[in-house]
Nanobody
Framework: QVQLVESGGGLVQPGGSLRLSCAASGFSLDYYQIGWFRQAPGKEREGVSCISSSGLSTFYSDSAKGRFTISRDNAKKTVYLQMNSLKPENAAVYYC????????????????????WGQGTQVTVSS
């Protein structure tokens, strides 16, 4: 079965860092654009970042720019989201999602455009 599993979430202090992982099974990531989304209680799910199937193109939300970095290792069938300088407002459940594409989508941040989703990993930012 096609599965995506997020890991790496946890509790960090403001200003701290976490690296989230999105591991795929049942399919190859070679032709899949991967997006990271997050959802806080009472809020809409929002796009955080995405990476093209080749790994050569990336996008970030305004809040993520300069602090978060997305990367991928297709051999390991894993995509990463390095999060630095974390703020309390970054606390949320983070999800990864995949869609088969050869070129990155101009509307990468639309969650309905993705085919497969993980179950999410909780990120808490608190002193």
């Amino acid at each position: 079965q096609v599965q995506l599993v997020e890991s790496g979430g946890g509790l960090v202090q403001p200003g701290g860092s976490l690296r989230l992982s999105c591991a795929a099974s049942g399919f190859s990531l070679d032709y899949y654009q991967i997006g990271w989304f997050r959802q806080a209680p009472g809020k809409e799910r929002e796009g955080v970042s995405c990476i093209s199937s080749s790994g050569l193109s990336t996008f970030y939300s305004d809040s993520a720019k300069g602090r978060f970095t997305i990367s991928r290792d297709n051999a390991k069938k894993t995509v990463y989201l390095q999060m630095n300088s974390l703020k309390p407002e970054n606390a949320a459940v983070y999800y990864c999602a995949a869609v088969s594409r050869r070129s990155i989508s101009a509307i990468w941040y639309i969650d309905r455009g993705y085919e497969y989703w993980g179950q999410g990993t909780q990120v808490t930012v608190s002193s």
